[in-house]
């Protein structure tokens, strides 16, 4: 296993910036945003923008059904939002395209972008622009993976939200 995630939260903006690199599966996906739910200053109200131009999800419709379950079935996790999936390969687009097929019941509003200028836009927020988004990657990239135990091994336990 190679994955990596690491996110920020801005209170200021209410945006959560999440990175993600190497391969991942469903399991992973759900740790990961169990990790970042544990954190003091997460808001399932906060918009979000996931970075997965370094990753290689695999993931198929089953999985993001039972992610999109999870979210239903956790009050605590189903804020009404935006969320933006940045992707440089075709093949990735489909999570991001599963993800609003199957988010009828989830008060999210979501899309799918390639470069961090369409984000800015689709945000439509003076705060939240691409220079700011492209420096919070940049420095995510290099924080440390919250897939590594204290110990040094990598960790991959599944964790309902």
């Known amino acids: 296993m190679n994955v990596k995630g690491t996110f920020q939260i801005d209170t200021k903006r209410k945006l959560i910036i999440m990175y993600l ?50 979210i239903l079935s956790n009050s605590e996790l189903k804020g009404k939002r935006k969320s933006v999936f940045l992707t440089n390969k075709p093949k990735d687009v489909v999570v991001g395209t599963l993800f609003e097929m199957l988010k009828d019941n989830l008060p999210i509003s979501s899309d799918i972008f390639s470069t961090i200028n369409g984000i800015e836009k ?33 960790t991959s336990n599944y964790q309902s939200l």
């Not at 169990?34 to 993931?59: A, G, H, V």
């Open 21 to 70: 690199s190497g391969d991942f599966n469903i399991d992973d996906f759900i740790f990961y945003h169990n990790m970042m739910s544990l954190d003091p200053n997460f808001d399932p109200e906060y918009n979000r923008i996931l970075d997965l131009r370094d990753s290689n999800p695999i993931l198929e419709e089953c999985d993001i059904r039972h992610y999109v379950n999870l």
């Open 122 to 154: 689709w945000f439509n927020d003076k705060d939240i622009d691409a220079e700011f988004i492209d420096l919070t990657i940049s420095k995510l990239k290099n924080q440390p993976n919250i897939f590594i135990h204290n110990n040094g091994n990598e």
